[in-house]
């Protein structure tokens, strides 16, 4: 299989401009759930870079369980994305929920996400492994680790050798959290795997408490980066606020990531 260490023993290096994804290098990953208006991307945007992450995440189309939920910006939102790259130097990732629509998303986006509820979307899986861009592929809701492995290899398969694997919990009997992060699949996946892991601790665990620690945690365990929520006022976020950091915690948090990753 083209995703495995025994087809290619060396690590995959993702490049965008200066940064980069997998090997030594740590990336790290910030933004709100949603891209729910200008101003508050670009304040979020300004927020990201002061912390000193290298990539903005947000949602401009986004899967959401009820259908009354705000559904995202569309191309409205990924233009803000765009702006948002132009005037901090970040680079980008969003989501992209259908095969039509990967075209327009890879016009916009440096990274196209992949969300859990698509993992096994095939058609998707294609139409992301037809595109040049580089893809966040976070796991299914409750996917082993082989039929992530599967879902990365559609990809590879169509000839697009840049996947990022992103743990975001797995649905189990928990309810403290609104999933489990699922530690022990980081050395599992680097092991099985030359492509690069990282993980999203909001999804995972759902509250913002949650997410310093298990971010920590992921790094030591041996992710190649962290992909975190933060919102200007996580009190009136569109989607996700229980989770989202608060502006200070995400700078705090950054402060440690970046002191574990020098022991690291
Ligand atoms: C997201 O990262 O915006 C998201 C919807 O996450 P997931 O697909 O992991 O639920
Ligand atoms: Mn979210």
Redo the contacts with the bound molecule.
């Keep these: 299989r083209l995703v495995s260490r025994e087809y290619k023993a060396e690590d995959t290096v993702i490049r965008l401009g200066d940064v980069v994804i997998g090997g030594t290098a740590k990336v790290f990953i910030a933004g709100p759930?949603a891209v729910e208006s200008r101003e508050q991307l670009l304040t979020t945007a300004r927020l990201v870079r002061q912390g000193g992450a290298q990539i903005l995440r947000g949602?401009a189309f986004k899967?959401r369980t009820s259908p009354y939920d705000f559904q995202g910006l569309a191309e409205k939102g990924l233009e803000y994305m765009a702006e948002a790259r132009a005037l901090t130097g970040l680079k980008i990732v969003t989501?992209v929920l259908e095969p039509d629509a990967v075209p327009v998303v890879a016009q916009y986006a440096d990274l196209l996400?992949v969300?859990?509820?698509n993992m096994q979307n095939f058609s998707l899986l294609k139409a992301v492994g037809r595109s040049q861009k580089p893809v966040v592929l976070?796991r299914g809701l409750a996917a082993t680790m082989d039929e992530w492995l599967q879902a990365a290899e559609y990809i590879l398969y169509e000839g697009n050798q840049q996947v990022v694997f992103c743990e975001?919990g797995i649905r189990t009997f928990a309810t403290h959290s609104r999933n489990t992060l699922d530690m022990s699949v980081i050395p599992a996946l680097k092991q099985a795997s030359h492509l690069p892991v990282i993980v999203?601790p909001s999804?995972a665990t759902g509250r913002r408490d949650l997410v310093a620690p298990m971010s920590l945690a992921g790094l030591a365990a041996g992710a190649d980066g962290i992909m975190i929520e933060m919102h200007p006022n996580p009190e009136i976020a569109l989607c996700d606020g229980p989770q989202s950091l608060y502006p200070q915690e995400y700078f705090l948090l950054m402060q440690e990531l970046r002191a574990l990753s020098g022991f690291l």
Excluded: F, S, T, V
């Design positions: 759930c949602g899967p989501e996400q969300g859990a509820r976070k975001r999203d999804h």
